[in-house]
């Protein structure tokens, strides 16, 4: 590694434990610049320019990791998913689990095939729970990533909870990007009131939320129960059905608006 290369991250590396633990605008470019050891003052400006320039760098470190899984996910939900089932069937989707044979399993003695089949109108389960996966386990692998997953986890989170700190996290959600790519996919998977009162974008804010708190209240020995929990609860979220209170005022709202 070169000097200015060693730099470079050793910047990257300072900043993402005092972005992590003080918060993003709570801590000057000139301590980020002590704490790396950085033998120039200017280094920072040299090769990140400014704040905002030195918090992608530090998203990208892991991000791009993070999008790859999010990807493979969503390529395997979309190879598995059904692509044109027959008007009024089940969607038999199953939610892929490593080593799981590749048919639909047979229903549990005494279970009905009934209550494996979704109502007409609703969300199915199995699939939702893929796209939640998808959304949880890639970030959440972050939490065992000892070079800094946990740091990052944590600035996540103080992001989304507040998109005017420093770097709006819509910068993260290109085109290209793997969320941008979820949403898509979860668009018809879910009622469409609920994406229209923006279900994804809180199933999104609630997973990092509680992944960041993770980060911060560990390191923890096994973090598989508490990410198999989350994956339920996103699921459990994006599922979750309208009051009919919350439709009348949506649409009283609509109405308002001229929506």
């Known amino acids: 590694m070169t000097r200015l290369a060693g730099t470079r991250e050793r910047l990257i590396a300072a900043a993402e434990e005092l972005f992590s633990t003080r918060g993003i605008e709570a801590v000057s470019l000139n301590e980020i610049v002590r704490a790396s050891g950085a033998r120039n003052a200017t280094a920072l400006q040299y090769h990140f320019g400014d704040r905002?320039?030195?918090?992608?760098?530090?998203?990208?470190?892991?991000?791009?990791?993070v999008d790859e899984r999010r990807h493979a996910m969503l390529d395997a939900y979309e190879l598995d998913r059904p692509r044109a089932p027959r008007p009024g069937a089940p969607d038999h989707f199953r939610a892929p689990r490593s080593g799981a044979p590749d048919h639909p399993q047979a229903p549990r003695?005494?279970?009905?095939?009934?209550?494996?089949?979704?109502?007409p109108g609703t969300p199915d389960h199995p699939q939702t729970l893929s796209l939640a996966a998808?959304?949880?386990?890639?970030?959440?692998?972050?939490?065992?990533?000892?070079?800094?997953?946990?740091?990052?986890?944590r600035i996540?989170?103080?992001l989304i909870s507040?998109?005017?700190?420093?770097?709006?996290?819509?910068?993260?959600?290109?085109?290209?990007?793997?969320?941008?790519?979820?949403?898509?996919?979860?668009?018809?998977?879910?009622?469409q009131d609920a994406v229209r009162l923006h279900r994804r974008l809180v199933a999104i804010r609630f997973t990092m939320v509680e992944l960041g708190r993770r980060a911060r209240s560990g390191p923890?020995?096994?973090?598989?129960?508490?990410?198999?929990?989350?994956?339920?609860l996103v699921a459990a979220l994006l599922l979750a059905p309208l009051s009919e209170e919350t439709l009348r005022l949506a649409a009283e709202r609509d109405a308002a608006t001229g929506v």
């Not at 905002?52 to 990791?65: C, F, I, M, Q």
């Not at 009934?114 to 109502?119: E, G, I, L, M, V």
């Not at 085109?175 to 998977?189: E, K, M, N, Q, V």
């Open 52 to 65: 905002a320039g030195l918090l992608r760098a530090v998203l990208d470190k892991h991000g791009r990791d």
């Open 162 to 191: 507040h998109p005017a700190a420093s770097l709006s996290t819509a910068e993260q959600d290109t085109p290209a990007g793997s969320i941008h790519r979820w949403r898509r996919l979860a668009a018809p998977a879910l009622q």
């Open 109 to 119: 003695s005494g279970a009905s095939d009934h209550s494996r089949a979704p109502r």
């Open 156 to 158: 996540m989170a103080e």
């Open 220 to 232: 923890h020995a096994d973090d598989r129960l508490f990410v198999g929990h989350l994956t339920d």
């Open 134 to 153: 998808a959304l949880v386990h890639p970030p959440a692998a972050k939490l065992a990533d000892p070079g800094g997953g946990p740091a990052y986890l």
